[in-house]
T-cell receptor, first 113, second 118 residues
């Protein structure tokens, strides 16, 4: 099963609040879990990534929490800012020579001023 | 020029037209990809070229024909498309092989070509 399920589809958060986006996967062969951020009119760009041997990865205001037994991972954006308003995609990849990422459907985040 | 550039940014074509999308990467990567992005659907991988050899073709209709003349250039040739093919087509590149790290295999995307089929 290649699917990666992402929720919610859209999210509105007040400035300074915490944004949380969740993803779940089925294939235990996945070994790399990135999050991509896409602004309107731009291509997706890697935001943060994690491998399943750790439960949490933090980079600035962005944190990935990973639950291997539940096959779930989530993105937390602390102190959300209007500039964080974008579409966020989770993804998963099996170890291969090239990056055949399986993407979630995306979450459109709006941070209100 | 830096990163991944795609041309044209916007394209409108009739169902009987033949057109091509172009992608160029200036990152020295050795793998290139075409993705299709439709509203409310996951990004769909269409084709992968690794070391200039097509290594993946995800059941894409033959009306889409990729070409990778070298490691820096990728084309998507379009002919007799259908209205449901209207979407954003994203090109990406990555580096295959080398030291493994968290950013290994990171995809670098272009800004996409918005295709409308009438």
């Amino acid at each position: 099963q290649q699917q990666v399920k992402q929720s919610p589809q859209s999210l509105i958060v007040q400035k300074g609040g915490i944004s949380i986006i969740n993803c779940a996967y089925e294939n235990t062969a996945f070994d790399y879990f990135p999050w991509y951020q896409q602004f309107p009119g731009k291509g997706p760009a890697l935001l943060i990534a994690i491998r399943p041997d750790v439960s949490e990865k933090k980079e600035g205001r962005f944190t990935i929490s990973f639950n291997k037994s539940a096959k779930q991972f989530s993105l937390h954006i602390m102190d959300s800012q209007p500039g964080d308003s974008a579409t966020y995609f989770c993804a998963a990849r099996m170890n291969s020579g090239y990056s055949t990422l399986t993407f979630g459907k995306g979450t459109m985040l709006l941070v209100s001023p | 020029e830096t990163g991944v550039t795609q041309t044209p940014r916007h394209l409108v074509m009739g169902m009987t037209n033949k057109k091509s999308l172009k992608c160029e990467q200036h990152l020295g990567h050795n793998a290139m990809y075409w993705y299709k992005q439709s509203a409310k659907k996951p990004l769909e991988l269409m084709f992968v070229y690794s070391l200039e050899e097509r290594v993946e073709n995800n059941s894409v209709p033959s009306r889409f024909s990729p070409e990778c003349p070298n490691s820096s250039h990728l084309f998507l040739h379009l002919h007799t498309l259908q209205p449901e093919d209207s979407a954003l087509y994203l090109c990406a590149s990555s580096q295959v092989g080398g030291q493994v790290g968290l950013r290994t295999g990171e995809l670098f995307f272009g800004e996409g070509s918005r295709l409308t089929v009438l």
